[in-house]
């Protein structure tokens, strides 16, 4: 099990919460020669970009919700499994798995140029219930901001493709710049449910 890393200091995230970052140094990236984020396949439990997938919860915040994250089969296929009780005490409501989108051994800012795809796809299995991608880039710079758009899960393996012009500035009037991408979450988000969603890849398209 992938446990929620202890908050030893903060950084601006997803949505409107402060959460710890993983201990690699930013990096500069440029756009991928392969779409290819996670296909889940790194007995290390390493993304693609070198970057690992990480809890987060809004408990940060003051929040009670509450999750976890681990690595099983599900449906016959490798899967990135978050599950928990999503709750809306005390300002809270959502539980993530999130992913930085930047090579630790370059140097740099820590960002990804995604200006040659056309959006996401993500390989999903789960009950049926609505979640969220967000996406941040560096021109955000509060904690509430991202670009977001929703998908529904289902009880069998499906691959959605989200495009990026569908994805909703969250409360800012930067647009979204493909060449400035920072981080990514899957969250489960808005309303008191109980969770439970498989990610068996995600990689750019287009």
């Known amino acids: 099990m992938i446990r929620r890393r202890a908050v030893q200091r903060f ?32 007995p290390a439990g390493l ?9 987060v919860t809004d408990q940060v915040m003051g929040g009670v ?29 959502f539980i993530q798995m999130a992913l930085d989108l930047a090579r630790p ?18 390989d999903v299995h789960g009950a049926r219930q609505s979640y969220s991608l967000h996406l941040r880039t560096t021109d955000l710079d509060r904690p509430w901001q991202s670009y977001r758009l929703d998908f529904s899960a289902r009880p069998v393996w499906q691959s959605l493709r989200l495009p990026f012009v569908d994805f909703v500035p969250h409360r800012t009037e930067a647009p979204l710049d493909l060449s400035r991408l920072r981080r990514l979450g899957i969250v489960a988000i808005g309303r008191a449910f109980r969770a439970d969603l498989a990610l068996g890849g995600v990689r750019f398209y287009g």
């Open 65 to 93: 919700s509450r999750g976890t994250l681990t690595r099983e089969t599900v449906a016959g296929r490798p899967a990135l499994v978050i599950r928990g009780d999503v709750r809306l005490e005390n300002n809270g409501g």
């Open 105 to 122: 051994e370059a140097p740099g800012s820590g960002t990804l140029d995604a200006r040659r795809w056309q959006g996401l796809e993500i």
């Open 11 to 42: 950084l601006l995230f997803l949505p409107g919460a402060l959460v710890a970052p993983l201990p690699v140094a930013w990096s500069q990236t440029p756009a991928l020669p392969s779409p290819i984020i996670d296909d889940l396949s790194d």
């Open 47 to 55: 993304s693609a970009l070198g970057t690992r997938w990480q809890l």
